[in-house]
């Protein structure tokens, strides 16, 4: 839980950085790319698969949950070239790049969520602590997702 405490703040820190930014009078929202839903629609499955992959202590579900996280990231790769190819590339504008920032701190910690199921597929232990992460990483997404369509 206190590693989870300490990426809310982390998250918080951000949040407050692009209230602070979205103030000045060369903000411009960037419209984001279609396929964000599609990758928060495989980011939802991934947390259901890996509840049902808990509560079963199952590990072909478990490498299915895996098996849609890393087609979330692929996914976010996806959009970020996207982004670039629209013009919105990490130095184009403030929005862009807070969303870049947002979703690569947030990618880092689904690569970590990805680690720690992957302990979970080969050694068994810790399934309700994966779990209760990987849903964690899914409100955290809704989260940003929300800041940045309220930006």
């Known amino acids: 839980m206190a590693f989870m405490a300490t990426v809310v703040m982390l998250f918080?820190?951000?949040?407050?950085?692009?209230?602070?930014?979205?103030?000045?009078?060369?903000?411009?929202?960037?419209?984001?790319?279609?396929?964000?839903?599609?990758?928060t629609g495989m980011l939802i499955a991934a947390s259901a698969l890996l509840e049902l992959a808990c509560r079963?202590?199952?590990?072909?579900?478990?490498?299915?949950?895996l098996a849609v996280g890393v087609l979330f990231l692929a996914g976010q790769i996806v959009v970020w070239n996207q982004l670039s190819a629209a013009g919105h590339?990490?130095?184009a504008n403030a929005h862009g790049a807070f969303f870049y920032v947002f979703s690569a701190?947030?990618?880092?910690h689904l690569l970590g969520g990805l680690g720690a199921a992957l302990y979970v597929?080969?050694?068994g232990r810790n399934w309700r602590a994966t779990a209760v992460y990987w849903h964690f990483l899914a409100l955290?997404?809704?989260?940003?997702?929300?800041?940045l369509h309220a930006a």
């Open 12 to 39: 918080a820190g951000f949040t407050t950085a692009l209230l602070i930014r979205r103030s000045g009078s060369d903000w411009a929202p960037v419209e984001l790319p279609k396929l964000i839903w599609v990758n």
């Open 56 to 65: 079963r202590r199952s590990r072909s579900v478990l490498g299915a949950a």
């Open 89 to 91: 590339g990490l130095g």
């Open 105 to 108: 701190i947030h990618g880092l």
């Open 121 to 123: 597929l080969m050694r």
């Open 140 to 147: 955290m997404w809704l989260y940003v997702l929300y800041l």
